[in-house]
Structures are given as C-alpha cells and as structure tokens.
C-alpha cells in the first residue's frame, strides 16, 4: 500500500517554480523517498530520489524535512512539458506502490 | 540512460483469447521486472514482481492463473493475459530494476490493451 500523501492537483504559471509537497509520516530509516512523473498515457519516468538529505539534479530539486516526514519536489522554471501527474513513492528495497499522485498544470 | 520497451504499444483483441506482451531492457540487465495496470484516470497498481528465473510473486487479489508472468531471462519478462475479457482493458507498464543502477526503476512507455 501507498505510504504518501500528496494534494490531489495544483497550478503553476509557467516560468515560475513549481512546488510540490508530499506527506510521509510513516516513513522508516531506510526507506528513499522517490519522485516520479507521468505525462498522459506514458510510462512513469523518474525525476529524483533521497534518503536524508537534499538533492538536485538537472530536472528538480528535493527537499526533506529533517524528521524526514514530509518532502517537497521543486521544478525550479516550470514549462508546459511539465504538466503530468506526480508521483511521491517511497519504498524499502525495489518494490513500488503508487499513490494517487499530483496532477501539476502549468498555466501559460 | 537505461531504457526499457515494450512491445506492442497497443493491441485489440476479442474476448476469450490470450495476449502476450513483452517488457525488454535494452542496455542492462535486469535483475528484477515489475509488472502495473493502470485503468483511466487512477494510479498504477502493481501486479506482480519477477525475478529472473524464478516465479513470479504477486500481489493480493490479482489471479496469477490469468496473468502469467515469465521472466526467461535478465532482459526479458512477458505478461501473458488469458481468456481476456474486457474488464481487463487497461493500460500495462513495466519496470525493471537492476542491482547495480542507481536504485532507480526504469519503466517501460506502456501497452494499451483493448479487448471486445
């Protein structure tokens, strides 16, 4: 079963960043917090992923409360391609539930 | 980047056949293939995860009589849908994790499954 909780849509205007929270409060030591997005009728493709600590790549920023609680995803300039469904899974070993996700618009 | 495909993107097929799709790493080996259905406008549901030579474990409340998963090989894992009928059309993702990635699951572009 899902571990997460995360708002059931959002908006954003283009250019600006987007941020995306996500409720874990069950959450154990080992467990990685991981982000994915879906964009219509594809496959989940993968944004970013910490255990602990703060991460950035070239696609996003996460950001982990230090009681590891809670998690926020950030697209730092949203564009239209951005628009998709997130999703905040976290998960022991290699197995993955899905939560209802996020459905991010970005509004030009 | 790892990619996985999946073949066919779609397929229609009528009411008591058997489908079968494929789920492929392309350059890696996957030590670990997940299969997920995803109806309209809900999240993925995970079905079953294969372990490359060994049976399929799935997950509660799906019928692995009618969803046969064969993981033959490090690249290759295949749903198989029995006597399909048309509750089962949905939309099919795969993932395969590899042990020596970087913890990621690389999932496949998905097939749409349409039976009439």
């Known amino acids: 079963d899902a571990k997460t909780t995360q708002p059931t849509s959002m908006d954003c205007a283009e250019g600006r960043a987007a941020n995306l929270p996500c409720n874990h409060s069950t959450i154990s030591g080992n467990e990685y917090v991981y982000w994915y997005r879906q964009i219509h009728s594809q496959g989940p493709q993968y944004i970013i992923h910490?255990?602990?600590n703060n991460e950035t790549n070239e696609m996003a920023s996460l950001i982990i409360t230090e009681d590891r609680k809670s998690s926020t995803l950030i697209l730092p300039h949203a564009t239209l391609r951005d628009t998709a469904v997130y999703y905040c899974?976290?998960?022991?070993?290699?197995?993955?539930?899905f939560g209802t996700g996020t459905s991010l618009t970005v509004i030009p | 980047g790892a990619v996985v495909s999946q073949h066919p993107s779609w397929v229609i097929c009528k009411s008591g056949t058997s489908v079968k799709i494929e789920c492929r790493s392309l350059?890696?080996?996957?030590?670990?293939m997940f299969w997920y259905r995803q109806f309209p406008k809900q999240s993925l549901m995970l079905m079953a995860t294969?372990?490359?030579?060994?049976?399929?474990?799935?997950e509660q409340g799906v019928e692995k009589d009618k969803f046969l998963i064969n993981h033959a090989s490090l690249t290759l894992s295949t749903l198989t849908v029995t006597s399909a009928h048309p509750e089962d059309s949905s939309f099919y993702i795969c993932?395969?994790?590899?042990?020596?990635?970087?913890?990621?699951?690389?999932f496949g572009p998905g097939t749409r499954l349409t039976v009439t």
């Open positions: 910490g255990l602990k």
């Open positions: 294969s372990n490359e030579g060994s049976k399929a474990t799935y």
């Open positions: 899974i976290v998960n022991t070993g290699n197995q993955f539930y």
């Open positions: 350059d890696f080996q996957a030590t670990t």
């Open positions: 993932s395969a994790w590899t042990s020596g990635g970087l913890y990621e699951q690389y």
